[in-house]
């Protein structure tokens, strides 16, 4: 069966666009009575965002969701709830989607970050301790390479989560001035078009208007 995007406005397939696409999570019966409730309230998330109504388990069975609907470009872990794309949010197909803001995902990322260090921290004290009376050798050490490609990592996936968001924050607020315009828009043609009924002459402009009637009669009695 065809693989494609089964967001509102999404046309992305998978026979004919590049990308990956993710299928709606399963619920779990056998991991614990943590992840299967966990695993439950995601699947019911990602319903949830689709915010296309009743759908039924066949459809749910099939459907994909594309990598453009995550900040990230995938979904995250199950176990990983704060993060940003435990359910998909970007680019949802209706105005009054919830959109995790640039704050949320820095501080997401902090967070990872804070674990990283402290990581890092951990191993360099120990690989210190255990040093101690051996004659150094020359060059960095595996494990000091392997620190510093784990950093490089992290501040590379920053990078891309933040330039991710600022998009994110630009798309909305694109779409905020759009309709702001086309309001102001309407608001000028309504009050064009009365304007242009008031000075009109026909039975529906004197239906009701005492004044222009007894005007057109003194008019015409002149």
Not at 14 to 32: C, H, L, M, Q, S
């Amino acid at each position: 069966m065809p693989s494609f995007c089964v967001v509102m406005g999404c046309s992305r397939r998978a026979e004919r666009d590049r990308g990956r696409f993710f299928r709606i999570p399963k619920t779990f019966n056998n991991r614990g009575e943590r992840l299967d409730a966990l695993s439950a309230e995601r699947r019911e998330s990602w319903v949830r965002a689709l915010n296309r109504g009743n759908l039924s388990e066949t459809f749910l069975k099939n459907a994909r969701i594309c990598e453009n609907h995550f900040v990230s470009g995938e979904p995250a872990k199950l176990e990983d709830k704060d993060h940003p794309d435990w359910v998909p949010s970007v680019n949802m197909g209706y105005f009054t989607i919830k959109v995790q803001n640039k704050q949320s995902l820095n501080r997401h990322v902090r967070s990872d970050e804070c674990h990283s260090k402290r990581f890092k921290t951990d191993e360099m004290s120990e690989a210190g301790s255990a040093s101690i009376d051996v004659e150094p050798r020359a060059g960095p050490s595996t494990k000091s390479a392997e620190f510093s490609e784990q950093y490089n990592e992290q501040e590379g996936r920053q990078s891309t989560i933040q330039d991710a968001a600022t998009q994110t924050d630009l798309d909305m607020n694109n779409l905020n001035k759009m309709f702001k315009d086309l309001y102001f828009a309407n608001q000028r043609i309504q009050s064009l078009e009365e304007k242009v009924k008031a000075f009109s002459l026909s039975e529906e402009t004197f239906r009701d208007n005492d004044f222009k009637t007894l005007y057109l009669q003194d008019s015409r009695e002149s």
